[in-house]
């Protein structure tokens, strides 16, 4: 399972950016699937994902209303829209799936994709 994220970038307090984790050779399609991120000194944390096997949608209390994550029609792409950014979102973004929610619920998951830095300057 190889997974590919990047959009990060440097983007002012009030901006957006959009983020998109790519899969290679294979779908999405029985898998859930997460955005994480990790402040500097901070613990790795989920802040989006879409739980397939329940088809639910999970945010974090700290993006709620500002973050949406979504997918391509052919399964293989998942996007984190980020709007309204401010400083405290300021982290390196990872996504990941498995097709164990629980794993994913738990910041498991079994197969992470390299992280993209995002960067919202005051």
């Known amino acids: 399972v190889q997974l590919q994220a990047f959009g990060g970038g440097l983007v002012q307090a009030g901006g957006f950016l959009r983020l998109s984790c790519a899969a290679y050779g294979y779908t999405f399609s029985r898998y859930s699937v997460g955005w994480f991120r990790q402040a500097p000194g901070k613990e790795r944390t989920l802040v989006a994902a879409?739980?397939?096997?329940?088809?639910?949608?999970y945010y974090a209390d700290s993006v709620k209303g500002r973050f949406t994550i979504s997918e391509n029609s052919g399964q293989d792409t998942v996007y984190l829209q980020m709007n309204d950014l401010n400083p405290e979102d300021t982290a390196v973004y990872y996504c990941?799936?498995?097709?164990?929610?629980?794993?994913?619920?738990?910041?498991?998951?079994?197969?992470w994709g390299q992280g993209t830095l995002v960067t919202v300057s005051s």
């Open positions: 990941a799936v498995d097709p164990n929610r629980t794993l994913l619920i738990r910041s498991s998951p079994r197969n």
């Open positions: 879409f739980l397939r096997s329940i088809n639910t949608y």
